[in-house]
T-cell receptor
Framework: DTAVSQTPKYLVTQMGNDKSIKCEQN?????MYWYKQDSKKFLKIMFS???????INETVPNRFSPKSPDKAHLNLHINSLELGDSAVYFC?????????????FGQGTRLTVV | KNEVEQSPQNLTAQEGEFITINCSYS?????LHWLQQHPGGGIVSLFM???GKKKHGRLIATINIQEKHSSLHITASHPRDSAVYIC???????????FGKGTRLHILP
């Protein structure tokens, strides 16, 4: 059973299009995240979200928006795609409690904008 | 068997102790990451390694490509170092990241 699953695994699209990447977790976690792996391979957090609070990394363009239909899903919607958006995007989840937490990652979605 | 194994899974130590967390992997890689997750959930990148050794403050990361092994060391540990430390590798075969399950570190004052 996959704990955190992302779809699609690969996405190739043209500049200017709008696309979404879906993420689902079956762990009952309260908090989900989106990360972008940049060209230098570092992971950078884009959003963290639970059913109470959305925290946005201020460096993320507002063309990117998380959408959560329920606690188990956090989809990433991207408007007006640009070449620089090409990257691997990772979804993750964790149990949002004070104290120890452990994050579980999806397998990533490779987005290529042409 | 997981392709990325970390040890120990849990570690409790006294403030000031020298900490070592190990990571072994079984796939060909282009880079290895050490990540830190604090209580509350946010994850930050500590190091990215493809060879040798890197140092940042009290943190040291080493990698031995031939032995497929990496270590994260913390000198003069402090309670604020308490976190989950995650090892992740960029696998050559499909250019994806494979994550270890993390090591939960608790430093007692």
């Amino acid at each position: 059973d996959t704990a955190v699953s992302q779809t699609p695994k690969y996405l190739v699209t043209q500049m200017g299009n709008d696309k979404s990447i879906k993420c689902e977790q079956n762990l009952g976690h309260d908090t989900m995240y989106w990360y972008k792996q940049d060209s230098k391979k570092f992971l950078k957090i884009m959003f963290s979200y639970n059913n109470k609070e959305l925290i946005i990394n201020e460096t993320v363009p507002n063309r990117f928006s998380p959408k959560s239909p329920d606690k188990a899903h956090l989809n990433l919607h991207i408007n007006s795609l640009e070449l620089g958006d090409s990257a691997v995007y990772f979804c993750a989840s964790s149990e949002y409690i004070t104290g120890d937490t452990e994050a579980f990652f999806g397998q990533g979605t490779r987005l290529t904008v042409v | 068997k997981n392709e990325v194994e970390q040890s120990p899974q849990n570690l409790t130590a006294q403030e000031g102790e020298f900490i070592t967390i190990n990571c072994s992997y079984s796939v060909g890689i282009s880079a290895l990451h050490w990540l830190q997750q604090h209580p509350g959930g946010g994850i930050v990148s500590l190091f990215m390694l493809s060879s040798g050794k890197k140092k940042h403050g009290r943190l040291i990361a080493t990698i031995n490509i031939q032995e497929k092994h990496s270590s994260l060391h913390i000198t003069a540990s402090h309670p604020r170092d308490s976190a989950v430390y995650i090892c992740a590798v960029d696998a050559n075969r499909d250019d994806k990241i494979i994550f270890g399950k993390g090591t939960r570190l608790h430093i007692l004052p």
